[in-house]
Nanobody, 127 residues
Framework: QVQLVESGGGLVQAGGSLRLSCAAS????????MGWYRQAPGKQRELVAS???????NYADSVKGRFTISRDNAKNTVYLQMNSLKPEDTAVYYC?????????????????????WGQGTQVTVSS
């Protein structure tokens, strides 16, 4: 089993910054992609940013230029630096690990990969 533990959420004024961290632990051989999603009250969960093992990144248009995602593959940890926060960034932020492989390929070359979610951390931006 794999656990994702998020930290770094909280209350901040508009224009401020927060840094979220998410550490994956358990039986992990590799993680294909890690990312952050968010869900505001009454809205669907949406992708904020994602990053592949090789470092390719993808951002929602609403956060481009303000948020930066990074990861430490050795520590199975992903970070989200959030600057110039706006009240509309208020949401529960969820960490995701996609394509988690628990071990090397079997003798036939097959691998099994799974996706995992964190519990979520609240980010509140006051105006």
């Amino acid at each position: 089993q794999v656990q994702l533990v998020e930290s770094g959420g909280g209350l901040v004024q508009a224009g401020g910054s927060l840094r979220l961290s998410c550490a994956a632990s358990g039986r992990i051989f590799s993680i294909n992609a890690m990312g952050w999603y968010r869900q505001a009250p009454g809205k669907q969960r949406e992708l904020v940013a994602s990053i592949t093992y090789g470092g390719s990144t993808n951002y929602a248009d609403s956060v481009k230029g303000r948020f930066t995602i990074s990861r430490d593959n050795a520590k199975n940890t992903v970070y989200l630096q959030m600057n110039s926060l706006k009240p509309e960034d208020t949401a529960v932020y969820y960490c995701a690990a996609q394509g988690v492989v628990a071990g090397p390929p079997d003798p036939d070359g097959r691998i099994q990969a799974y996706d995992y979610w964190g519990q979520g951390t609240q980010v509140t931006v006051s105006s």
